[in-house]
């Protein structure tokens, strides 16, 4: 495997002691998978999470100190009919108190839930990265697929876990040609990494041998295949500190940092900005009148040019710098951000393959430095600001398009910037890029979003601090609220079109809406938010200081940014017509609960929950459209259906709940139907 490329491997149990030797031997790292019952009902017999949790404690304690050893995937995609019978905020509560639990015993390895698209809104808050299992043979499906993965991560790495193509139903030259694109675009859209499926044909599943499918490099004989010759040709490119993406031709960047006595972090930006790794930029300072060692600072830094102004406000900064740039496209950040490496290369690359006018991506707060224990002052203020809510952040039309960039990461074609006339200059601490991203929009501008496109940016060292911030947002949403009166409504703030990006990971909530399909049986079943995700408290930061002023600062924030927008709009608020929105209802049924009877049915021949389904349509059953309980109606009952599979058949779990006209327990036909299916109740 080394031999290939490949840098890590994925085990889908316990570790052998020797294959974890011979990992570290070659210069592998090795991600654990936990291997109990996650694709039964664990809510209803909790012995099988018990045994996880037993399992994940033995396991770690014999291999979670080996230096081969990367991860843990505590589970590998419970099935949406199973997440749905057991309820989705319980499985998630499952599944973090498994990430919880292995780290509180190991907390240098990583941890995550092996996801998959179908039920995408299962991702655990806890977790250190996002993985997901994709098997999409379409090379354009594929690539469209992949930007989302950022937008439900939040400010979390993406790891594809799973892809592969199987040789059985496909050719060799199909399987090869999928991996080289599958490797092409997870590089081009900023994924941390592709796992292939698999190493083998020999394989295992619930202690079978499968052998109905051909996913492996190699075949049962160990021959190698023509992907892994494909393969083992490009991945030691990749795999090299060398490689990136690559563009024809770069375009030239102007990167201007505003500031106003920003001298505490100046050093920290421009020295990460002095790394990037670009071939062709400038690097231009504009100081807005500061009172501290700005300057001084700046003048230590060879090749930055700087700019000093009468204090004149933000946007008039930020003018000046476009003044004097002469890069095709300009970027701005702030003075308390530090870019990653790779920033301008990501921002060109979107830019330039897109067509976007303008473009940016995340702005992630960093992870403190001090220990937990000793964490004090401005470490902790910044734990809880960063999780608090208000941040800057952009807002996405869809998982490409943005109606707002934040000015901390924004690049914008110098010829759009001269044809808008730049930012206004009566907003001079905030909102100046809220109100530059509208009239770029209203003008046919096209903001683009590119989620590997990232700069760390440091919070509030204070939470006084942060409602200061959190009032001078409030100021300049009142003056918005004068320029773009139709994007507001009386007492509240902004209207937007798009999704605000919180930077949490997508996770169902108790608030949530999941749209599963008919009969929950949609690929792809998505989350439709009633409450913004806030970024979670990072692990090992969660003390009881921490979360006592973090809800405060939570319960606080809408007060003090409200009162500081109404008072600011005292003199035009009357433009500001009251906006009606009618709430759409998807109530499926109104007839009131009566009764709930579970049965659970055994077949040996392996009956699946489609064949079920299947057969009870054809007894006049009404299949249910996005009903996030129940799959099916007929006469005053409804019904959900789930299935476990099992090495020696399957168990077919029904629940039926009865309406106030009904008897109190299962029809006599639905019965027969079953039984005619070969399933016997247990």
Same mark, same amino acid.
């Given at each position: 495997?080394?031999?290939?490329?490949?840098?890590?491997?994925?085990?889908?149990?316990?570790?052998?002691?020797?294959?974890?030797?011979?990992?570290?031997?070659?210069?592998?790292?090795?991600?654990?998978?936990?291997?109990?019952?996650?694709?039964?009902?664990?809510?209803?017999?909790?012995?099988?999470?018990?045994?996880?949790?037993?399992?994940?404690?033995?396991?770690?304690?014999?291999?979670?100190?080996?230096?081969?050893?990367?991860?843990?995937?505590?589970?590998?995609?419970?099935?949406?009919?199973?997440?749905?019978?057991?309820?989705?905020?319980?499985?998630?509560?499952?599944?973090?108190?498994?990430?919880?639990?292995?780290?509180?015993?190991?907390?240098?390895?990583?941890?995550?839930?092996?996801?998959?698209?179908?039920?995408?809104?299962?991702?655990?808050?806890?977790?250190?990265?996002?993985?997901?299992?994709?098997?999409?043979?379409?090379?354009?499906?594929?690539?469209?697929?992949?930007?989302?993965?950022?937008?439900?991560?939040?400010?979390?790495?993406?790891?594809?876990?799973?892809?592969?193509?199987?040789?059985?139903?496909?050719?060799?030259?199909?399987?090869?040609?999928?991996?080289?694109?599958?490797?092409?675009?997870?590089?081009?859209?900023?994924?941390?990494?592709?796992?292939?499926?698999?190493?083998?044909?020999?394989?295992?599943?619930?202690?079978?041998?499968?052998?109905?499918?051909?996913?492996?490099?190699?075949?049962?004989?160990?021959?190698?295949?023509?992907?892994?010759?494909?393969?083992?040709?490009?991945?030691?490119?990749?795999?090299?500190?060398?490689?990136?993406?690559?563009?024809?031709?770069?375009?030239?960047?102007?990167?201007?940092?505003?500031?106003?006595?920003?001298?505490?972090?100046?050093?920290?930006?421009?020295?990460?900005?002095?790394?990037?790794?670009?071939?062709?930029?400038?690097?231009?300072?504009?100081?807005?009148?500061?009172?501290?060692?700005?300057?001084?600072?700046?003048?230590?830094?060879?090749?930055?040019?700087?700019?000093?102004?009468?204090?004149?406000?933000?946007?008039?900064?930020?003018?000046?710098?476009?003044?004097?740039?002469?890069?095709?496209?300009?970027?701005?950040?702030?003075?308390?951000?530090?870019?990653?490496?790779?920033?301008?290369?990501?921002?060109?690359?979107?830019?330039?393959?897109?067509?976007?006018?303008?473009?940016?991506?995340?702005?992630?707060?960093?992870?403190?430095?001090?220990?937990?224990?000793?964490?004090?002052?401005?470490?902790?203020?910044?734990?809880?600001?960063?999780?608090?809510?208000?941040?800057?952040?952009?807002?996405?039309?869809?998982?490409?398009?943005?109606?707002?960039?934040?000015?901390?990461?924004?690049?914008?074609?110098?010829?759009?910037?001269?044809?808008?006339?730049?930012?206004?200059?009566?907003?001079?601490?905030?909102?100046?890029?809220?109100?530059?991203?509208?009239?770029?929009?209203?003008?046919?501008?096209?903001?683009?979003?590119?989620?590997?496109?990232?700069?760390?940016?440091?919070?509030?060292?204070?939470?006084?601090?942060?409602?200061?911030?959190?009032?001078?947002?409030?100021?300049?949403?009142?003056?918005?609220?004068?320029?773009?009166?139709?994007?507001?409504?009386?007492?509240?703030?902004?209207?937007?079109?798009?999704?605000?990006?919180?930077?949490?990971?997508?996770?169902?909530?108790?608030?949530?809406?999941?749209?599963?399909?008919?009969?929950?049986?949609?690929?792809?079943?998505?989350?439709?938010?009633?409450?913004?995700?806030?970024?979670?408290?990072?692990?090992?930061?969660?003390?009881?200081?921490?979360?006592?002023?973090?809800?405060?600062?939570?319960?606080?924030?809408?007060?003090?940014?409200?009162?500081?927008?109404?008072?600011?709009?005292?003199?035009?608020?009357?433009?500001?017509?009251?906006? *009606?929105?009618?709430?759409? !209802?998807? /109530?499926?049924?109104? &007839? +009131?609960?009566?009764?709930?009877?579970?049965? %659970?049915?055994? #077949?040996?021949?392996?009956?699946?929950?489609?064949?079920?389904?299947?057969?009870?349509?054809?007894?006049?059953?009404?299949?249910?459209?996005?009903?996030?309980?129940?799959?099916?109606?007929?006469?005053?009952?409804?019904?959900?259906?789930?299935?476990? *599979?099992?090495?020696?058949? !399957?168990? /077919?779990?029904?629940? &039926? +709940?009865?309406?106030?006209?009904?008897?109190? %327990?299962?029809? #006599?036909?639905?019965?027969?139907?079953?039984?005619?299916?070969?399933?016997?109740?247990?």
């Amino acid at each position: 495997m080394a031999s290939a490329g490949f840098n890590a491997i994925r085990v889908y149990g316990q570790p052998d002691p020797s294959l974890l030797d011979a990992a570290e031997a070659a210069g592998l790292w090795v991600f654990v998978g936990l291997a109990w019952e996650s694709w039964c009902d664990f809510v209803s017999k909790p012995s099988l999470l018990t045994a996880a949790r037993v399992q994940m404690h033995a396991g770690l304690k014999q291999w979670g100190g080996h230096a081969a050893v990367a991860g843990v995937f505590v589970a590998n995609e419970v099935p949406a009919d199973m997440v749905r019978w057991m309820g989705v905020m319980k499985v998630r509560a499952a599944l973090e108190a498994l990430i919880k639990l292995g780290r509180e015993q190991s907390p240098h390895l990583l941890f995550a839930y092996a996801n998959f698209p179908t039920t995408e809104f299962m991702e655990p808050a806890n977790a250190d990265f996002t993985a997901m299992n994709v098997y999409l043979e379409q090379r354009q499906d594929f690539a469209a697929y992949l930007p989302r993965l950022h937008n439900v991560a939040g400010d979390r790495p993406v790891l594809l876990s799973e892809f592969g193509l199987d040789t059985r139903r496909h050719s060799q030259a199909d399987q090869r040609d999928a991996m080289l694109w599958a490797l092409d675009e997870s590089l081009s859209a900023g994924m941390a990494g592709l796992t292939v499926y698999a190493w083998s044909d020999r394989w295992f599943n619930r202690s079978a041998v499968v052998d109905d499918w051909d996913f492996g490099l190699t075949d049962r004989e160990g021959n190698a295949k023509l992907a892994l010759s494909a393969l083992s040709a490009v991945l030691p490119t990749v795999m090299s500190p060398e490689h990136s993406i690559n563009l024809p031709e770069w375009p030239m960047f102007s990167v201007v940092v505003c500031t106003h006595n920003g001298g505490r972090h100046m050093s920290d930006c421009l020295s990460a900005i002095k790394d990037l790794d670009y071939p062709n930029y400038e690097v231009i300072v504009v100081d807005d009148g500061s009172t501290d060692d700005t300057a001084a600072i700046v003048a230590g830094f060879d090749g930055v040019r700087m700019i000093r102004l009468d204090h004149a406000g933000l946007s008039a900064a930020r003018n000046e710098g476009a003044r004097d740039a002469t890069g095709e496209i300009i970027a701005y950040t702030d003075d308390d951000c530090e870019p990653d490496a790779a920033w301008l290369k990501w921002l060109a690359y979107a830019m330039t393959t897109q067509g976007w006018d303008a473009c940016g991506g995340p702005n992630l707060p960093p992870r403190p430095s001090s220990r937990c224990g000793a964490m004090k002052g401005d470490d902790l203020g910044e734990v809880v600001v960063a999780s608090a809510p208000g941040a800057p952040s952009h807002v996405l039309l869809d998982d490409c398009e943005a109606e707002h960039l934040p000015g901390c990461n924004l690049a914008v074609r110098a010829e759009a910037f001269q044809k808008l006339g730049g930012f206004d200059v009566s907003y001079r601490v905030a909102g100046d890029d809220v109100d530059f991203c509208w009239r770029l929009s209203e003008a046919g501008f096209r903001m683009g979003f590119c989620g590997a496109a990232f700069v760390w940016h440091r919070r509030r060292a204070r939470v006084w601090h942060y409602f200061k911030q959190q009032y001078g947002y409030g100021k300049a949403e009142a003056l918005l609220m004068k320029d773009h009166s139709e994007r507001f409504r009386r007492g509240s703030g902004a209207l937007w079109k798009g999704q605000v990006y919180g930077g949490a990971a997508l996770c169902v909530s108790s608030g949530s809406v999941i749209y599963h399909g008919a009969m929950g049986t949609a690929p792809y079943q998505k989350l439709a938010l009633t409450m913004q995700p806030q970024r979670p408290i990072p692990q090992g930061f969660d003390g009881i200081e921490v979360r006592v002023k973090l809800a405060m600062a939570r319960s606080l924030q809408p007060w003090v940014r409200g009162w500081a927008r109404w008072w600011g709009s005292l003199r035009w608020r009357g433009k500001v017509e009251r906006v *009606s929105r009618k709430r759409e !209802s998807s /109530v499926v049924d109104q &007839m +009131e609960p009566y009764d709930e009877y579970q049965v %659970r049915w055994w #077949a040996e021949d392996g009956v699946s929950r489609d064949d079920v389904l299947n057969a009870i349509l054809e007894d006049g059953w009404v299949a249910l459209e996005n009903d996030s309980r129940w799959d099916c109606a007929r006469d005053g009952l409804r019904l959900l259906i789930a299935g476990e *599979s099992h090495g020696a058949g !399957s168990l /077919v779990l029904t629940r &039926m +709940e009865m309406g106030s006209k009904t008897k109190g %327990r299962m029809p #006599a036909d639905f019965i027969r139907r079953l039984n005619r299916l070969g399933l016997v109740r247990m």
